[in-house]
């Protein structure tokens, strides 16, 4: 046990979690984790002083639904869109190794500056199995990553995170920076299913990466910036198929001194996504890029925080999962997509969780604006 943060029995799983202990006097204990893990827990780098801007960014979907093949890579106006056409098997290794696809979702953003490149990962997916295999074919070398993402706290966003961490920590730059977008995403999550999140604070640790707490926008390997609390600007509300509790037990979850008095209830409350975070680029004469990961608080609502945050109005492109799924329906969807014509975007590139009837309808009214992701595809976007 990491941190236990009260004197009652925890459950022996986590699936079994009914009401935690929530605060109180005399938890020695908890304090004494809670400062134990502060100790290594930073506030990001706030965005003050203006945006980074990129000369260059490329996205590689490691982890997405669905593998394609045989569908050509094709040049737009500032993008390049490399699909593996023929190239998702590991042909040393046939027929044991291929791209896989799985409910779930992790990119690596690749960005130049001048003489300078970046290398981000955003997100893990759900196993580590997929993300180490893809990895692996693609490529994607871990001692080059300059820092980490989690875009919020669902188990298909850092399911593999842990495999990933005790496959590479040896090779992982040292200390380098873990983004999360506050305490809320260690709480321990639950949907209809069951558990589905509780995200291990020890292993982040255990690996000397540096947690960054990032609820106001926050600088990324000089390159990007986290969005910070995603605002309800738009007709979007936060959509809610999990719910949370705030409280510690078998060392997962999140410390109820650090959570605001009306979340520490003791019983699971419905998941607001006030943690969620997106990841965004400025590419030079062109706009953002919106890295979406999931819009639990809304697709639009994320690109306008992005457009608030960075002061910039221009989107060049909207990439990610926009999560406008049943039992959203087609009302909700032309109005998403009527926001999005408001916005004005060169690309919508739709993922993970975005939803067949959004994209069918988006494709209807943006044409070929709209380009669908897979696992393994790299979008180029060319500065200008
Ligand atoms: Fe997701």
């Known amino acids: 046990m990491l941190f236990n943060l009260c004197n009652c029995v925890a459950p022996s799983s986590l699936s079994d979690v009914g009401s935690l202990c929530s605060g109180g006097a005399g938890f020695v204990t908890a304090m004494m984790a809670t400062l134990a893990a502060n100790a290594r827990t930073e506030p990001a780098k706030t965005l003050r002083g203006g945006v980074p801007q990129v000369d260059k960014l490329a996205v590689r979907m490691v982890t997405d639904n669905i593998v ?82 989690l875009s919020h706290g669902h188990y298909d966003h850092f399911g593999g995170m842990v495999g990933f961490l005790n496959a590479t920590k040896s090779v992982l730059k040292r200390k380098i920076p873990f983004y999360v977008g506050g305490e809320d995403t260690f709480c321990i999550r639950k949907n209809p299913g069951g558990n ?22 926050a600088i990324v390997a000089d390159h990007a910036f986290t969005t910070g609390r995603i605002g309800q600007t738009s007709f979007e509300k936060p959509l809610q198929p999990s719910m949370e509790i705030v409280g510690i037990v078998d060392g997962f979850g999140c410390f109820p001194e650090q959570m605001p008095p009306e979340k520490n209830t003791g019983a699971y409350i419905p998941d607001d996504f006030e943690h969620e975070i997106g990841t965004v680029y400025l590419v030079k004469g062109r706009g953002l890029v919106v890295l979406t990961s999931c819009s639990h608080r809304g697709v639009i609502n994320t690109v306008r925080q992005a457009m608030q945050a960075s002061g ?13 799924v049943p039992p959203l329906g087609d009302d909700y969807i032309n109005q998403t997509i009527a926001e999005f014509k408001a916005i004005g975007p060169d690309y919508l590139v739709t993922a993970h969780c975005t939803g067949d009837r959004f994209y069918d309808l988006a494709r209807q009214a943006l044409g070929d604006k709209v380009i669908h992701s897979a696992v393994g595809t790299r979008f180029v976007f060319e500065g200008a």
Not at 110 to 133: A, C, K, M, Q, W
Not at 313 to 324: E, I, P, R, S
Request: hydrophobic content about 45%.
């Open 68 to 149: 394609m093949q045989f569908v050509p890579t094709e040049k737009r106006d500032g993008l390049t869109i490399e699909r593996r056409t023929g190239s998702n098997t590991s042909p040393d290794r046939a027929p044991r190794a291929a791209l896989n696809g799985e409910w779930g979702l992790a990119m690596h953003a690749e960005s130049v500056r001048g003489g300078e490149t970046r290398h981000v990962l955003i997100d893990f997916g759900y196993t580590p199995e997929v993300l180490l295999n893809n990895m692996a074919i693609l490529k994607v070398d871990p001692s080059a990553f300059d820092a980490l993402v």
């Open 196 to 217: 589905f999140g509780a995200l291990d604070r020890k292993a982040i640790l255990d690996a000397e990466l540096t947690l960054m707490m990032a609820s106001e926008p």
């Open 312 to 324: 910039v109005d221009k989107v060049h492109a909207v990439l990610g999962g926009f999560h406008v």
